[in-house]
């Protein structure tokens, strides 16, 4: 039915060298396109998705394939291919070097494999579905952290911040003041590897699209933790909501997401 370790050998080709692009022209974007306000895409984001997708087609040509920059293409098939070419868009078109590339693959809705390359720090992080999650071949486990209050957080704010209600300001206002600390630094792939690793313990965000979660959220589960949506429920990379944790704060986290919910 499967061939994971091909699967797994062709998103690492694929993914390094979409790598090596991005690398370098790190620092030289000459294009800006903007899909929304504030919600941008760089002729980087385009070139690292071609190198990916003909490569997945090339290997696995009767594969469909969805990724944030083009419709879904390719036949109908159980194989789903799930593509961000860069997470992280606002933080490359600034030199700012925190981004990554992400690569997931569902196998009659369920994700199967992940592979997730942070190519300034040359860190690559691996999973497969009951096998585990590693990140540059070591395996990796979640914190142990077992109270918000000593718990460091991740989060991000949707791109139509300027204009919805529904703008993640009412959650990270009442996490902030719970947890010891919460970074935003601009990937949600990279947010919920480093809840994976045990860097965070834990993260929330809403309005992701499903290149957002999908390969991070094997990464989680995979190493111990959990993942639901806002109200505890299993979580759909198709949902948008989501949080991730290392399991042991998971209540206190859905706990502040209602309360915040109550007092806005």
Request: with cysteine; aromatic share 10%.
């Amino acid at each position: 039915m499967q061939d994971t370790e091909r699967f797994i050998e062709t998103a690492l080709r694929a993914t390094k060298r979409a790598s090596r692009f991005l690398v370098n022209h790190f620092g030289k974007v000459q294009r800006i396109e903007f899909k929304g306000e504030i919600n941008i895409v760089t002729e980087a984001d385009r070139i690292s998705e071609t190198i990916i997708i003909e490569m997945i087609k090339s290997n696995f040509p009767d594969h469909e394939i969805l990724s944030e920059e083009s419709a879904r293409t390719g036949p109908s098939s159980p194989y789903l291919w799930i593509i961000d070419p860069l997470d992280g868009t606002t933080n490359y078109a600034h030199g700012f070097p925190f981004f990554c590339i992400s690569v997931a693959l569902q196998f009659n809705g369920e994700i199967i494999m992940a592979v997730v390359r942070n190519p300034i720090l040359h860190e690559l992080f691996v999973a497969e579905k009951g096998k585990g999650a590693y990140l540059n071949g070591k395996r990796i486990r979640v914190s142990q952290i077992d109270k918000l209050s000593k718990s460091l957080l991740a989060t991000g704010f949707p791109y139509d911040i300027r204009t919805s209600r529904a703008d993640n300001l009412n959650y990270f206002c009442i996490f902030s003041k719970r947890a010891q600390a919460v970074r935003r630094a601009g990937s949600a792939v990279l947010d919920l590897c480093y809840v994976a690793c045990g860097r965070f313990d834990g993260f929330w965000e809403m309005k992701l699209g499903p290149w957002d979660i999908a390969a991070g959220m094997l990464m989680v589960e995979e190493s111990g933790g959990k993942v639901s949506d806002f109200k505890g429920n299993r979580c759909s990379i198709f949902n948008g909501d989501i949080v991730a944790s290392n399991g042991l704060i998971h209540h206190e986290m859905i706990e502040t997401i209602r309360m915040a919910e109550e007092a806005s």
